[in-house]
């Protein structure tokens, strides 16, 4: 079954076209990518797939429970049930300013979730270990660099277990190094993790089983990073742009 499932979506503002008929799978244990211009629809797309902003038409399907079907949406506990299944990484990590990292992290498994706080403080250390910030759990965001404030989001987005993450332009913020290492880092501890990144730029394309390439509210092209290449005449014309990036560090060369 496939983790989440969008049929035809479609969403206007002011009589405006943003999506037109977007349709995609995501597999349990695959990782996609939506890429595409700015502007192409991309957080429009992940706002109405996490239940943010309404579709005006089309299924939302989470492990074959229908969020909404032709438009119509599910009563308000079940989607509430449904918001469970998926966590959201943003480009402006989010974490709370007042907080240490150990602290955000723990915050939502603890307060939300109502998990026993010594397990979640176990298991947020984990998480900051293995994102290289064991020795910063006491320090808050503002002590950190963009990049280390970001694998914090992305460890306190891991503790509350989605079925599903997001992330949105998680690494626009942060120079090409930074970015591979956050991508690096969220796969060698997510293993078989379900993920979907929205982006501009096509660094995580390499960490990707299914690239789906977004202009104008709809889909182009979908394949691999490969095959769009081949078949996607913007989609190479963004990579030979951005590619000069990915050369300079060997780590990201697709
Ligand atoms: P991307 O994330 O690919 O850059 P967006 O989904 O943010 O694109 O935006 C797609 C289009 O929808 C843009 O033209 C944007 O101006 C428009 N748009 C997005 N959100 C709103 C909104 N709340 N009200 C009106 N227009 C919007
Ligand atoms: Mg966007």
């Known amino acids: 079954m496939n983790t989440l499932e969008l049929r035809h979506i479609r969403k206007s503002f002011d009589g405006q076209g943003v999506l037109e008929d977007i349709s ?21 797309l992940l706002r109405c797939a996490t239940l943010l902003e309404t579709a005006d038409g089309g299924d939302i399907i989470y492990e074959g429970k229908y969020a909404a079907k032709d438009g119509v949406y599910a009563p308000k506990t079940e989607l509430h049930a449904i918001r469970r299944y998926f966590g959201l990484v943003f480009q402006s990590y989010n974490l ?4 240490t990292l150990l602290k955000n992290v723990m915050d ?14 176990e298991e947020a250390m984990a998480l900051l270990g293995k994102m290289g910030l064991a020795d910063r759990a006491d320090a808050y965001p503002c002590q950190l ?4 404030q970001q694998r914090a989001a992305i460890a306190r987005a891991l503790c509350m277990k989605p079925e599903l993450l997001f ?3 998680p690494t626009a913020a942060l120079d090409p190094i930074a970015e591979s290492e956050t991508y ?3 796969h060698s501890l997510a293993g078989n993790k379900t993920a979907v990144y929205i982006s501009h730029r096509l ?17 182009t092209a979908g394949g691999s990073h490969e095959e769009l290449l081949e078949c996607c005449a913007e989609y190479a014309k963004m990579y030979q742009v951005q590619s000069h990036y990915y050369r ?5 060369t697709a």
């Open 96 to 99: 709370f300013p007042h907080f």
């Open 145 to 148: 660099s963009g990049g280390q």
């Open 184 to 186: 690096e880092m969220f």
């Open 108 to 121: 939502a498994p603890v307060q939300v979730q109502k998990r026993p706080a010594a397990e979640v403080r």
């Open 24 to 44: 995609l799978s995501v597999p349990a244990g695959s990782v996609t990518a939506i890429i595409g211009p700015s502007g192409s629809g991309k957080s429009t």
């Open 167 to 169: 992330f949105d332009e």
């Open 248 to 252: 300079k560090d060997a780590r990201v």
């Open 203 to 219: 660094a995580s394309t390499r960490f990707c089983d299914h690239v789906i390439f977004l202009e104008n509210g709809r889909v």
